[in-house]
């Protein structure tokens, strides 16, 4: 056996060295991350690392003796295969790619949204905490000033410890319910299911809309209240506040959500929006 290796360890030495040519026929390289594993092949010739050639350890010689040690690619591998598994399971929770480079780290900090963001980044981080009381959280404050970007940051935080979370449009969901009626497809159980099973819902811009109509509301309360009954936390958004969403919604809606999250948080500062659009404006003259 110990000959073996040193045969072996001759043989991927002189490899690397470019002293004989690579006898392989094509290889896979492994990748393993985010609790998965996959491969990608290569032909004849072709290497994911110029330097071990994918044999995951680079080869040298001391005086005569050929010793190895891992080589960097290992690393580099792990990586990717991370990266690309977070990537599947951020699109699994329906968090769009327009969202995905939404981070705590690069939202856009002032004096007023401060407090919104420490309390949201606070969230994400004790979720394990969370999860296990049902703590919801609720995010409000006028167009623009980033609750979107928030809820973003949360899921992205919450899928990076390794819970599922779903992402989901008030409205279009209502609207994906609605035609669940009329079509072959996803039926409204199938529809729900996912929300009632993962371990953070969010439900952002609740109050999309100025009125909802009596089928919308209980739709509504039935959604927030399977939460509610599992209890599994929610993150909800909204740019109207409470007495908007009591007349709007009703109070059985507003009582769940407060009973569930406790204060509502505001989230202030200026409407990033438009300043994007004043920056751009300014751009073309």
Same mark, same amino acid.
């Given at each position: 056996m110990a000959a073996r290796v040193e045969?072996?360890?001759k043989e991927r030495l002189a490899i690397q060295r470019g002293e004989r040519p690579d006898p392989r026929p094509g290889h896979h390289v492994r990748f &393993? +991350? !985010?609790g998965q594993t996959y491969y990608r092949f290569y032909p004849p010739g072709h290497y994911y690392c110029a330097q071990c050639l994918d044999y995951e350890r680079v080869y040298t010689e001391t005086d005569g003796v050929i010793s190895s040690a891992p080589c960097g690619c /290992? &690393? %580099? %591998?792990? *990586? &990717?295969? &991370?990266?690309?598994s977070l990537e599947e399971r951020l699109s699994a929770a329906g968090l769009r790619k327009k969202f995905r480079g939404r981070t705590f780290e690069n939202f856009t900090l002032s004096d007023l949204n401060r407090p919104a963001w420490e309390a949201a980044r606070a969230y994400a981080r004790n979720f394990a905490t969370h999860r296990q009381s049902g703590k919801s /959280?609720? #995010?409000? !404050?006028d167009s623009g000033r980033g609750k979107t970007h928030l809820a973003a940051a949360v899921v992205q935080e919450v899928v990076r410890r390794g819970f599922r979370a779903l992402f989901v449009v008030t409205l279009e969901l209502l609207s994906d319910i609605r035609a669940s009626y009329q079509s072959e497809g996803r039926t409204e159980e199938e529809i729900l299911r996912p /929300?009632? *099973?993962?371990? #953070? #819902?969010? #439900?952002?811009?609740?109050s999309a809309v100025d009125q909802f109509s009596e089928w919308e509301k209980g739709k509504l309360y039935e959604i927030i209240n399977l939460r509610y009954e599992a209890e599994k936390p929610i993150l909800v958004t909204s740019?109207?506040?409470?007495?908007w969403i009591k007349d709007r919604l +009703?109070?059985?809606?507003?009582? %769940?959500l407060l009973e569930m999250c406790g204060d509502f948080i505001p989230v202030g500062g200026e409407n990033y929006r438009e300043r994007i659009a004043c920056s751009l404006r300014s751009e073309d003259y």
């Amino acid at each position: 056996m110990a000959a073996r290796v040193e045969a072996l360890k001759k043989e991927r030495l002189a490899i690397q060295r470019g002293e004989r040519p690579d006898p392989r026929p094509g290889h896979h390289v492994r990748f &393993e +991350g !985010g609790g998965q594993t996959y491969y990608r092949f290569y032909p004849p010739g072709h290497y994911y690392c110029a330097q071990c050639l994918d044999y995951e350890r680079v080869y040298t010689e001391t005086d005569g003796v050929i010793s190895s040690a891992p080589c960097g690619c /290992l &690393e %580099r %591998r792990h *990586q &990717e295969a &991370e990266k690309k598994s977070l990537e599947e399971r951020l699109s699994a929770a329906g968090l769009r790619k327009k969202f995905r480079g939404r981070t705590f780290e690069n939202f856009t900090l002032s004096d007023l949204n401060r407090p919104a963001w420490e309390a949201a980044r606070a969230y994400a981080r004790n979720f394990a905490t969370h999860r296990q009381s049902g703590k919801s /959280l609720f #995010l409000v !404050g006028d167009s623009g000033r980033g609750k979107t970007h928030l809820a973003a940051a949360v899921v992205q935080e919450v899928v990076r410890r390794g819970f599922r979370a779903l992402f989901v449009v008030t409205l279009e969901l209502l609207s994906d319910i609605r035609a669940s009626y009329q079509s072959e497809g996803r039926t409204e159980e199938e529809i729900l299911r996912p /929300l009632k *099973q993962v371990d #953070l #819902l969010v #439900l952002d811009d609740i109050s999309a809309v100025d009125q909802f109509s009596e089928w919308e509301k209980g739709k509504l309360y039935e959604i927030i209240n399977l939460r509610y009954e599992a209890e599994k936390p929610i993150l909800v958004t909204s740019n109207k506040m409470v007495t908007w969403i009591k007349d709007r919604l +009703g109070k059985k809606v507003v009582d %769940r959500l407060l009973e569930m999250c406790g204060d509502f948080i505001p989230v202030g500062g200026e409407n990033y929006r438009e300043r994007i659009a004043c920056s751009l404006r300014s751009e073309d003259y």
